[in-house]
Nanobody
């Protein structure tokens, strides 16, 4: 079992909701920051939502107001609740945890993250 394991993906219609879960190890759940990224075919991996060490959350403009990210301390999971899905949300979603080195700029910079899950696929149909 890896440090991060995602599940909860699948197919859903536009306008509906899906929830993704990331089971984290003690090491990764205790990281200073965690986030969800996504990558669609032919596109770069993009940050979707993240939680920083002070508990603050950050979202990409494309999901702001629709997605919620939170940590479940009892279950050691990082959860992503996706509402009002659009076809543009179709992608492989990856859970990530920060390493020791933090780069400047946005939290949602892939360089900040040393630990990655294998991904879970989300397909949204119109």
């Amino acid at each position: 079992l890896g440090h991060l394991v995602e599940f909860g993906g699948g197919s859903e219609e536009a306008g509906r909701s899906l929830r993704l879960y990331c089971i984290a190890s003690e090491l990764t759940f205790g990281s200073s920051c965690m986030a969800w990224f996504r990558q669609d075919l032919g596109k770069e991996r993009e940050g979707v939502a993240g939680i920083d060490e002070d508990g603050s959350a950050i979202f990409s403009d494309s999901v702001k107001g629709r997605f919620i990210i939170y940590k479940d301390k009892e279950k050691s999971t990082l959860n992503l609740e996706m509402r009002n899905l659009t076809v543009g949300d179709t992608a492989m979603y990856y859970c990530a945890a920060c390493g020791k080195i933090r780069y400047g700029g946005s939290l949602l910079n892939t360089l900040n993250f040393d630990y990655w899950g294998q991904g879970t696929h989300v397909v949204v149909s119109s």
